[in-house]
């Protein structure tokens, strides 16, 4: 296995070995798209949350090669899209069905890897309303990302990005 930095540098474990937080794991390289999502897949990773429109920047639709890939293996993997809108606040609803996806992934013992484009805003702000929901209300949550977040590259800016992401997460209620 190659390090974690080397396949998808911009993500990072909230919880580890089953909770992983990033970039688009895609890429207009069918070569480094498959090696990313080989990488998730060795660390036993079958549930994907994508929260990016489609078409979003000219992304390329990753979902048939993971699919190929997993089933290489035998393997299933269950792949989501519940976008959000880039630099924009969710709705506290499309929060709470990203929430639920992930909540019930874990309970049912998967491990799952949560994405938008860049790994910050969208991403940043459901992390942030998941720590906010386990143990770090508030600030501190947007604490516990920027601790999680340590070892990726721009790991200086910040997660979630806008100021009314941030507000969201401080702000958050269970329920």
């Known amino acids: 296995m190659q390090p974690e930095s080397m396949i998808i540098q911009k993500s990072y474990w909230v919880i580890q070995g089953r909770f992983r937080a990033g970039e688009y794991p895609g890429s207009v390289e069918n070569d480094e798209a498959r090696a990313k999502l080989r990488w998730l897949l060795d660390q036993e990773i079958y549930d994907f949350v994508d929260l990016t429109q489609p078409g979003e920047d000219g992304l390329i639709a990753y979902e048939s090669l993971l699919r190929n890939e997993a089933k290489k293996e035998n393997k299933t993997v269950r792949y989501t899209r519940l976008p959000m809108a880039d630099f924009s606040t969710p709705s506290q609803e499309q929060v709470k069905n990203v929430l639920g996806k992930i909540e019930r992934a874990l309970q049912a ?10 790994g910050k805003g969208r991403t940043g702000t459901v992390v942030g309303c998941y720590l906010a929901e386990h143990g770090y209300p508030g600030e ?10 340590r070892g990726v590259p721009d790991h200086e800016k910040l997660s979630p990005e806008t100021d009314g992401q941030r507000k969201m997460v401080i702000e958050w209620n269970k329920g």
């Open 109 to 118: 013992g998967g491990n799952i890897y949560l994405h938008c484009y860049g």
């Open 140 to 149: 501190s949550a947007l604490r516990k990302i920027e601790e999680l977040r």
